[in-house]
C-alpha cells in the first residue's frame, strides 16, 4: 500500500511550464506510477507512467509531446513537467499507482487499473 500526495499545481499563462511533484509513501514494493488528468466534462484520461526505480516512460498519443515524466528514487517522488501549456490543459491533475512493474503498452493508461490516488492538483492555464 502506498500513499500519495501531488503538489506543483496553479495558475499560469498560455505558454508557460509546470513541473508537478507526486509524493509518495508507505511500502516500497515495485509499482507502476500513472499521471492522469480530468478536464471539467470529461473522462479522466491518462498522461503516461513509469515503474519504481526505473527510467522507460510510456505517454498517450492523445496528449502529444508536451509532457516529460520523471521520477527521484531516493525522495520517492515521481514528477511529471508539462512544457508549452495550453488553456486546453487546464485540469485536476493527478498520480496514480497499481501494484508491479508497468506494462509498456497501451493498455497500462487505462485508470481502472491503478488502484492508489492522490487527491489531485489543479493547474489553470489562463491569460
Known amino acids: 500500500q502506498v500513499q500519495l500526495e501531488e503538489s506543483g499545481g496553479g495558475s499560469v499563462q498560455p505558454g508557460g511550464s509546470l513541473q508537478l511533484s507526486c509524493a509518495v509513501s508507505?511500502?516500497?514494493?515495485?509499482?507502476?506510477f500513472g499521471w492522469f488528468r480530468q478536464i471539467q466534462g470529461k473522462e479522466r484520461e491518462a498522461i503516461g507512467f513509469?515503474?519504481?526505480?526505473?527510467?522507460?516512460?510510456y505517454y498517450a498519443d492523445s496528449v502529444g509531446d508536451r509532457f516529460t515524466i520523471s521520477q527521484d528514487i531516493a525522495k520517492r517522488t515521481i514528477y511529471l513537467r508539462i512544457m508549452s501549456l495550453k488553456p486546453e490543459d487546464t485540469a485536476m491533475y493527478y498520480c496514480?499507482?497499481?501494484?508491479?512493474?508497468?506494462?509498456?503498452?497501451?493498455?497500462?493508461?487505462?485508470?481502472?487499473?491503478?488502484?492508489?490516488w492522490g487527491q489531485g492538483t489543479q493547474v489553470t492555464v489562463s491569460s
Open positions: 513509469i515503474s519504481s526505480g526505473e527510467t522507460r516512460t
Open positions: 508507505g511500502d516500497s514494493r515495485r509499482y507502476c
Open positions: 496514480a499507482a497499481e501494484l508491479g512493474r508497468c506494462n509498456y503498452n497501451r493498455n497500462q493508461l487505462q485508470a481502472t487499473r491503478f488502484d492508489y
